[in-house]
């Protein structure tokens, strides 16, 4: 059994609140990038200043599953 069961609640929820903000992240930028609606004045205009997001939304997303795999694999551990 855990022995300290409040501060690995607090933890899990810790975990959840990150994985919440890196959703909300993807969804903010992704539709940013490719939503309804023109970038600036149209879809034409402005296309030399814009730039494809999902490689940086990769490196983001495969960090935070990292992190969050560690951190379960050593809460796991713990018990």
Not at 18 to 39: K, T, W
Not at 50 to 67: G, I, T
Request: charged residues 15%.
């Amino acid at each position: 059994m855990a022995k300290n069961r409040p501060a690995q609640f607090v933890f899990g929820v810790a975990l959840l609140a990150l994985a919440g903000s890196i959703m909300a992240f993807n969804v903010i930028n992704i539709n940013e990038a490719f939503g309804d609606g023109p970038p600036y004045y149209g879809r034409t205009t402005n296309m030399d200043k814009w730039f494809n997001p999902l490689p940086a939304l990769a490196a983001v997303d495969s960090l935070a599953v990292l992190v969050i795999a560690v951190c379960l694999y050593f809460m796991r551990r713990k018990r």
